[in-house]
Structure formats: C-alpha cells, structure tokens
C-alpha cells in the first residue's frame, strides 16, 4: 500500500509540473494524502519473551482523484452548442394583428412600392450573402382575389427579378388559365424574396425574417382566396409542421383569406402523375371563387 501511495504521490507531482494540477479537482488543488506510518516490529531481546504482534492498522483506501458523477435524473441536460435550437414557425394570423383601416384599391400600387423602396438591397438574413443576385419582391394585380405564395426563387428568377417566370412558373401560368384566369389578374409572390444556394429550403431565421413583408404585401393586396404552394409555404403561412397531405383537401384560414394548400409546380415537373391531384385543389378554389374553366373550341 505504501508503494502505491508513493507511486501516486509521484504522479500528482508530475502532472503538477506539467501545468495541469486542476485537471480533476476543477480549480481546487491536488493534495497529498497524508502519510500513514507502518508500526517497525520490535527488536527482540534474547531474555525476554516477545509479546505478539498487533496487526497494522488498515490504511483507508485513497480518495479517487474524479469527482463523483451526478446522476443524469439529477442534473438537466443542457444542449451542447452544436445542437442548433430550431424556432418553430409562426402563424401568419399571430405575427402581427389584421389593420384596423383596409387599404384603398387606388393606393395599393403605391403602398406595395413603398414596401420594395423599404426592403432595398436587403442584407437582413444570410441569403443576402449566398450567391444572390436579385430580390424577387413579387408582381401581378394589387388588388387580386387570387394570390400564389411559393417557396423561394430560382435561378431564372434570380436572374430577372421576376418570381416563377422559369419552367415551373411556366405550368403555373397554364394552371391559372386553365382557372379560366390570366396571369396578371393574380398575385404571385414566395416566402423568401431571395434564391437560396443550389435551391435549398429556405432556413427559419431567413423564412422568418422575410416574412413580415410578405404579411404586409398580403394585407394590401387582400386576396379573397389564397393558394400555398407547396409544404415550405404552407409551413411558414399557417404556422404548422404537418405533411401536405393532411393540409389538402381543406380550407384554412390566412389574414383573413380563406387558404388551400396544393403541390409546388416544380414538384409537378418532377411527379406529373401529382397533377390531377392538384387540379382538385385548384377546382376547390374555383368553386369559392365562382370561376368557370375556358370553354374549349368545338
């Protein structure tokens, strides 16, 4: 036990040396354990006869040099920083209350310039620092009943400024006249106002920090109905995480506009067995709208 003791007290002295006499203990240093001193038996005298020996008290074994471990139940654990805290989404009904006074038709143009002269060259989130080349603030009629809220941008319009003007804007232009509407009679606008790199889903601080625009851009507008395109819109404009399927099929609520839910259009390129499935949607809409489809030529 003594050699043990040496050879710890050895190992302290060096671990000292080197610089890291807390490495246990968290700041409290390192102390020695007290030295127990082994009785000598005594010299025996060839006239007298020896007692016995007493046994050698125990030496206590030496206090482990870890601190004990809390029990998990005992101590919350706490997320390392690695693990990013994810904001669940906010409905667009509770971010901010409907206004008081309704904007005129008259003086919705100008009330939606007025909010892309406030965005500018907008560097609030990090798509601004991802590749973008354009905002793509959103187009079509101030006044529409019927408004479209994508995702995000792609690359075509990036480039043009213009929101689904590439081949997925190119089927939604067929699917609103096939509503029995033209393009410029909607709105169309996205979540994001910038291209996300290589396409990807927008993150929550972006989708996030655009949206109190996109909600304004609705206010003004005052769409009857209004048509999310796709799970990422749907998300952010209803403030729920569930699978398209179970938003299909019925209405929600959007300040004050009555919602649908329905299948990107690019989903419908990649997926054209979808697009009947979406036509249901879209007559829902027309229905609500009191639409009638173009009458084919005989």
Known sequence: MAAN?????????????????????????IEAEPQVATPQPAAKSPAVVSAPQRPAPTVPPARPLAATPVPASAAPREPFPSEPVMPKPISFNNLAPLPEVRIAPSERP??????????????????????????????????????????????????????????????????????????????????????????????????????????????????????????????????????????????????????AVTYHPAFLLRDPRQKGEAWKDLQAVMKELGLEPPKRPA
Not at 13 to 20: A, I, N
Request: proline residues 6%; hydrophobic residues 40%.
């Open 110 to 259: 100008a009330a939606l310039h007025a909010i892309q002269e406030e965005i500018g060259d907008c560097t609030r989130c990090p798509l601004a620092y991802g590749g973008r080349h354009k905002i793509v603030f959103g187009n079509g009629d101030p006044s529409a009943r019927l408004m479209f809220v994508g995702e995000g941008p792609g690359a075509d319009e990036d480039a043009s400024g213009e929101p689904f003007v590439g081949k997925a804007g190119q089927l939604l232009n067929n699917m609103i006249n096939a509503m029995g509407l033209q393009r410029e009679q909607v709105y169309v606008a996205n979540i994001v106002k910038c291209r996300p790199p290589a396409n990807r889903v927008p993150e929550p601080v972006e989708a996030n920090t655009c949206s109190p625009f996109l909600l304004r851009q609705i206010d003004i507008v005052q769409p009857q109905v209004i048509v999310a395109l796709g799970a990422t819109a749907a998300t952010y404009l209803l403030g729920v995480k569930q699978s398209l399927a179970s938003l299909r099929g019925q209405w929600h609520i959007c300040r004050g506009a009555k919602l």
């Open 5 to 29: 003791q040496e050879q710890l007290r050895a190992y302290v002295e060096y671990l000292r040396d080197m610089g890291v006499h807390d490495l246990y203990r968290h700041g409290d240093p």
